[in-house]
């Protein structure tokens, strides 16, 4: 993979899981990174970290503002933050619907908006999308969450088609089961945590969850101009869960 030499990247919920992985990962390939996310209190040098919750307007045009400027410009956006919600349609209301609904999919738009102006200035620009198998596979007990990352989806091909004329490119990544600490936080409310992962890993075809860094790779794939003639697509990434 080409390194992220002089390229100017933010990560939304880059203080945890995902990414986490990714931030470090362009990093250490060159890139200068900010981290955008509701507690960057655990970010550390050389990432930068910009507290601010992408439900807010306000809070997002003022991070975005001032990592850009602290960066020099952008070049690289990946919108990946984002809530799990569990349930049926019987099971969450109109106000949870709009809670899940604002972070996953609003959000990104807020974010985007306000990159967009320092993006459409780079030579290399590129949004990366953090949808996931859910968008395109039905998961049972995540009607929400699925409607929520499939609308990632769509987005994804949207954006790509508005703004390739401006010279920004627009992918998606899939992830399937990740081994991230919101994985881990939904174990902990399983009565037995560890029966629980050995069954989450047994459904898995590679017998394992995907890692972090696994998925921060094919971000930073999509995010470097190695991949400079894609735009419009989705990556899974996801242990062959949907191909196999
Ligand atoms: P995580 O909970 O470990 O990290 C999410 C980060 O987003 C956190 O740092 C959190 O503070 C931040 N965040 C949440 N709401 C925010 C808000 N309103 N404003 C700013 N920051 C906010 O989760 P993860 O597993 O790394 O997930 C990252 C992305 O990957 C999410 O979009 C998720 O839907 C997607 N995904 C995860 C999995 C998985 O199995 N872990 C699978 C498919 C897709």
């Not at 049972?140 to 390739?164: E, F, I, N, W």
Request: proline letters at 4%; hydrophobic letters at 45%.
């Amino acid at each position: 993979m080409s390194d992220f030499e002089g390229l100017r990247a933010l990560v939304t919920g880059g203080a945890s899981g995902i990414g986490r992985a990714t931030a470090e990962l362009l990093a250490a390939r060159g890139a200068r990174v900010a981290v955008l996310d509701l507690d960057p209190s655990s970010v550390d040098k050389p990432l930068l970290a910009y507290r601010a919750d992408i439900r807010d307007d306000a809070s997002v045009r003022a991070a975005v503002a001032a990592a850009a400027a602290d960066l020099g410009g952008l070049d690289v956006l990946v919108n990946n933050a984002g809530i799990g919600a569990q349930g049926t349609v019987a099971d969450n209301d109109d106000e949870e619907w709009h809670r899940v609904l604002d972070v996953n999919v609003v959000g990104m738009v807020r974010v985007t908006r306000a990159a967009l102006p320092h993006l459409r200035a780079s030579a290399h620009a590129a949004i990366v999308n953090t949808s996931s198998i859910g968008a395109t596979a039905g998961l049972p007990q995540r009607a929400l969450y699925c409607a929520s990352k499939g609308a990632v989806y769509s987005l994804t091909l949207a954006m790509a088609a508005d703004h390739v004329r401006e010279g920004i490119r627009v992918n998606c990544v899939n992830p399937g089961t990740a081994d991230t600490p919101w994985i881990g936080r939904l174990l902990e409310k399983a009565p037995d945590p560890a029966a629980e992962r050995a069954a989450l890993e047994a459904r898995q075809p590679t017998g394992r969850l995907v890692s972090a860094d696994e998925v921060a790779g094919a971000i930073a794939y999509l995010a470097s101009p190695l991949s400079g003639a894609t735009t419009g697509t989705s990556l899974a990434v996801d242990g062959g869960m949907q191909g196999l």
